[in-house]
């Protein structure tokens, strides 16, 4: 199972497209949940929020911009590896003040997609994009390129 935690809902019609479509995709080869947490603008109870929707068991990847930055293979590898001994990966999007530093210590990897900021809803999309193409990757299906 793939979980992405994140913060604040989408109002634009055009990413919730892009988002659905993405989901729609993904979940032919893993089970995927969306968790849409209240966007507070206080880090602390972000973090309470943050840390009651992961499991003991997940890996966590924290999305943030000090993390590491992997290619689409990389990141295929990471995900297929980790499915090895995990049940469940679990990606956290932080809101626009990021993400507290005890949700980066829970997480089993830090992962940056690049130094510029984007949109929340955006960046969902992007990160979609990338599992799901992830998946492509893993099973050997045209679409990387």
């Known amino acids: 199972m793939i979980k992405i935690i994140c913060l604040g809902k989408i109002k634009e019609a055009y990413l919730n497209g892009l988002i659905d479509d993405y989901q729609k995709r993904i979940n032919k080869y893993h089970k995927l949940s969306i968790?849409?947490?209240k966007d507070t603008d206080n880090l602390s109870e972000e973090k309470e929020a943050i840390l009651k929707n992961i499991d003991s068991r997940d890996y966590v990847i924290a999305?943030?911009?000090?993390?590491n930055m992997l290619n689409s293979l990389e990141l295929a590898e990471l995900i297929d590896k980790t499915f090895i001994t995990n049940p469940t990966i679990t990606f956290v999007i932080g809101s626009s003040?990021?993400?507290h530093e005890d949700v980066k210590r829970r997480?089993?990897?830090?992962?940056?997609?690049s130094k510029l900021t984007y949109p929340h809803g955006l960046f969902r999309g992007i990160l979609l994009e990338q599992i799901y193409r992830s998946c492509k990757i893993n099973n050997h299906e045209s679409y990387h390129k």
């Open 35 to 37: 968790i849409e947490l």
């Open 63 to 67: 999305c943030t911009l000090e993390g």
């Open 97 to 99: 003040t990021g993400i």
């Open 107 to 113: 997480a089993n990897y830090l992962l940056s997609f």
